[in-house]
């Protein structure tokens, strides 16, 4: 009998993918068409020549190429992206050919005809679609033989679970902004053909790929089909909230810290300590610390630590008790791998309540020291924590702060407000009091519950600039001042603050995504989005983290990149309805034609926001930017075409 030995060799796969091509097509199919044909007779051909590779397959919008060395194949893939910036120079942001590219180094299985398939081409093609528009994704196999090569910004995204791969791969990104700013002097190998006059970058997306890989027999084979938007689920926020990718060394999540006294009323101390202790985690050298916001949805649950560290990505869990029986506290406290479920740490501190501060700053340096880690900012650590003047203030202002985290409404803000307001009758320059009550006056301000928007503008700023002038670099009251900018309009210097507060603690998932927003604001919508990014993988679980999905989706929306745009704010509204989402996807479907889905979004507007009219969303003045303003047209047009009532 005849036995044929399939013939194998390892080799680097480079997949690409035109971004949003049905829609292009639908809008222009001759134009489109023809650009596309110029493209890879001007720019993809050559590249891919140059670098010694070889095209296997091109069909419709994409195409897979094949080269002997990996170094060559990432060269090629930024000659390809910074020649469709110059090819496309010139051309409206929303009818631009856009790529995506995903790069693998890994056995194939070589076909007689010269075609190729196997798991090497499989998850090139699972990491296009995590790239973004205009930039490149690539596995570890690739990184490893190129970083010591090249000098380029790759992004470390870590593990991620890739469908229908066995096991988790190592994603390392380039994103469109990073090469576009590439000068000849930041690569060693001259393969890559040269360009010059590069477009800056305007557009980031995660969207669906062009491949869909069907199981026959045992043995992948290909089909092809135009490019589509992914399910939401998808998409790399998903990846990002909750599935499974490498842990950082030193990531934490402390987990609520359980009121072990007799009063149930006394929750509101124990949280406090853990929000407290959380802060001070950040400032341990190299930390990853999940946000306060997602820690505390496990409160009062079964805890699987071994599941936590999963879902949350990180390699520790930190867990305790507090006991308060009159004027004296006791903390217990333990360290948890996450890995193994084994107890790495414990430490028990008990002392007067004068002295919380003292213990909490204690309680940090120990655990740093288990961990073999540097605690930096000590002294500012030690300041933050000074022992109160007045402890009944000081019992008054954890209350507040208390109130400030219940679900966001106007009953818990006023709450929240006369608790600090009567913290501040006892003790005026109570540091917790005066940063809780200018961030409630600032929540009313931002929410529109104010009745009085000045006033409680200007309240808040004389409270938080005091604040800051003992205080420079509390996260939380930068990003407080940062409100305060917004509030007025000022982008720029809000920009500045937030940007402080993360300078202050990486760890703030909050000034990540106002951070974004304000970009959006000042009409940069195509910044907007890394920094949201970060947000949701801070704090995947957020109580908010279905506005920062709609932030990433608004991104979209602004720059006309309606299939992205419905596909994030399917993902907000599948956490939680938002009415901001449906103007959105109202606009995003009657833009692309889907009279019944756009519909259907002002359906849901409605049931939110009863009587919303195309004019309350066109005079809304969220921005007096110009780039902004004449974005946001497009949605306007976009809601007056799905059929919402002009006023």
């Not at 809008?27 to 023809?34: H, K």
């Not at 034609?593 to 969303?617: D, F, H, N």
Request: some cysteine; aromatic content about 8%.
């Amino acid at each position: 009998m005849d036995q044929t030995i399939a013939d194998r060799r390892l080799v680097t796969i480079l997949v690409a993918d035109v971004v949003g091509y049905s829609r292009l097509i639908g809008a222009d199919e001759t134009g489109t068409l023809r650009r596309l044909k110029a493209l890879r007779r001007d720019v993809i051909g050559p590249s891919i020549a140059a670098s010694k590779g070889r095209i296997i397959k091109t069909v419709g919008d994409g195409f897979i190429a094949e080269f002997g060395s990996a170094v060559r194949a990432v060269n090629c893939a930024i000659s390809i992206q910074q020649g469709l910036a110059r090819h496309e120079a010139g051309i409206a942001e929303d009818r631009a050919l856009r790529l995506r590219i995903g790069i693998n180094l890994g056995d194939v299985v070589v076909e007689p005809d010269g075609d190729l398939y196997g798991d090497g081409v499989n998850v090139a093609a699972r990491l296009e679609p995590l790239s973004e528009a205009g930039g490149i994704c690539l596995s570890r196999s690739v990184y490893d033989q190129v970083r010591d090569k090249l000098r380029y910004p790759f992004q470390d995204r870590g593990k991620l679970e890739l469908k229908n791969i066995a096991r988790p791969v190592g994603v390392f990104s380039l994103p469109a902004s990073a090469i576009a700013d590439l000068t000849d002097t930041d690569e060693q190998v001259p393969e890559p053909v040269k360009t010059s006059n590069r477009k800056p970058w305007k557009a980031t997306a995660v969207g669906a790929g062009f491949l869909t890989l069907l199981a026959a027999g045992g043995l992948g084979w290909w089909s092809w089909t135009a490019s589509k938007a992914p399910a939401p689920n998808q998409t790399i926020a998903a990846k990002l909230a909750g599935e499974t990718r490498e842990a950082p060394r030193l990531s934490i999540v402390v987990l609520p810290f359980s009121n072990l006294s007799n009063d149930p009323e006394q929750d509101y101390f124990a949280d406090s300590i853990t929000e407290d202790l959380t802060t001070d985690l950040s400032h341990l050298a190299g930390s990853f610390v999940i946000a306060r916001n997602t820690a505390f949805t496990y409160k009062n649950k079964p805890v699987d630590v071994k599941q936590i560290g999963r879902e949350l990505g990180v390699r520790y869990v930190l867990e305790g008790s507090v006991r308060r029986t009159g004027e004296k506290v006791v903390l217990n406290s333990q360290l948890i791998s996450a890995e193994t479920g084994a107890h790495i740490w414990s430490d028990r501190f008990d002392g007067d309540r004068s002295r919380l501060g003292d213990l909490q700053v204690e309680f940090v340096a120990r655990l740093a020291r288990s961990l073999d880690v540097q605690l930096t900012e000590a002294e500012s650590l030690r300041s933050f924590r000074e022992r109160p003047v007045n402890l009944d203030a000081s019992d008054l202002a954890m209350r507040g702060w208390a109130s400030l985290n219940k679900q966001r409404s106007v009953a818990n803000n006023n709450e929240a407000v006369q608790y600090f307001s009567q913290a501040l009758k006892l003790d005026p320059n109570l540091p917790r009091a005066v940063l809780g009550l200018s961030r409630a006056l600032m929540n009313k301000v931002i929410n529109r519950w104010s009745e009085d928007i000045q006033a409680d503008i200007e309240g808040s700023d004389g409270l938080i600039t005091k604040y800051i002038e003992k205080f420079p670099s509390d996260a939380a009251a930068l990003v407080v001042k940062g409100d305060v900018f917004r509030s007025n309009k000022h982008f720029d210097a809000a920009l500045a603050m937030y940007d402080a507060a993360i300078v202050a603690n990486r760890n703030f998932a909050a000034a990540y995504a106002l951070k974004g927003h304000v970009s959006l604001l000042s009409g940069k919508a195509y910044a907007a989005i890394p920094s949201e990014i970060e947000a949701i993988r801070i704090s995947p679980r957020d109580p908010l983290v279905n506005v920062w999905y709609y932030f990433v989706c608004h991104a979209h929306t602004h720059m006309a990149q309606w299939e992205e745009a419905i596909a994030w704010c399917n993902k907000c509204v599948a956490i939680s309805p938002f009415w901001q989402a449906y103007i959105d996807l109202a606009a995003a479907y009657a833009w692309t034609g889907r009279a019944y889905e756009a519909k259907a979004a002002v359906s849901e507007l409605l049931k939110l926001m009863p009587g919303y009219t195309v004019k309350k969303w066109a005079t809304a003045g969220w921005s007096n930017h110009s780039r902004f303003l004449e974005e946001y047209q497009l949605i306007v047009e976009g809601l007056r075409k799905a059929g919402l009532q002009e006023e």
